[in-house]
């Protein structure tokens, strides 16, 4: 189990074709590898750090020792257990029941929780997260995604560059999801 106390992750799993889908981005504070910690699968994510990161990291033996011993560190390891399950709960009820432009809306939303950072051109949402990534947590192609950011960048609420999506008006992009039917 990891706790990054800087930098940032992206937590991937690699599909039988080689494909790798993105299943969250992990910031400052947060907790991952939980999965093989409790689990006795040996399907595990993948991690991959974005920027230079540090993680404190407790091994299985350690944990199983901690956990068995400590009431509160149970009931810790239960609520991020808990908290992963409501965020996956989240991003299933959004491709399941959105259409696609609130989806892409939501995963921007997300992305800037996330990883977004204030700059004097506006809130920059995608650095080192690709198209193909934005599309996973859409949960639609990357061709969709990109034919819908055009559209945002025309009507003015961002501004697509190289690897980059700087949110030039943040409520007007949560208007036009909200908009939507």
């Known amino acids: 189990m990891h706790l990054l106390n800087a930098g ?7 599909t039988g074709s080689g494909r790798q889908a993105l299943l969250r981005i ?14 006795i699968s040996n399907h595990s994510a993948s991690a991959e750090a974005q920027e230079e990161s540090r993680a404190v990291v407790w091994n ?8 068995e011993s400590n009431r509160q560190i149970s009931l810790n390891v239960l609520w991020i257990a808990v908290r992963h399950l409501e ?7 959004h491709l399941t029941t959105q259409p696609v432009e609130r989806r892409v809306a939501w ?9 977004g950072q204030r ?5 920059v949402v995608l650095e080192s997260v690709s198209a193909r990534d934005l ?3 859409a949960g639609t192609t990357i061709y969709t995604i ?28 949560a208007e036009l999801a909200k908009s939507l039917h």
Do not use: C
């Open 135 to 137: 599309s996973d947590l």
């Open 146 to 173: 990109s034919r819908i950011l055009s559209d945002w960048e025309r009507q003015g609420a961002l501004t697509k560059h190289r690897k980059q999506i700087v949110l030039r008006q943040p409520r007007m992009l």
């Open 60 to 67: 299985r033996s350690t944990m199983t020792r901690l956990i």
């Open 119 to 123: 700059t004097n051109n506006g809130l």
């Open 107 to 115: 995963a921007l939303a997300l992305l800037e929780r996330k990883i």
């Open 87 to 93: 965020e996956l709960q989240e991003t299933y009820v």
């Open 8 to 14: 940032r992750v992206k937590l991937y799993q690699s």
């Open 26 to 39: 992990v910031s400052p504070g947060s907790v991952f590898g939980l999965r093989t910690v409790l689990s």
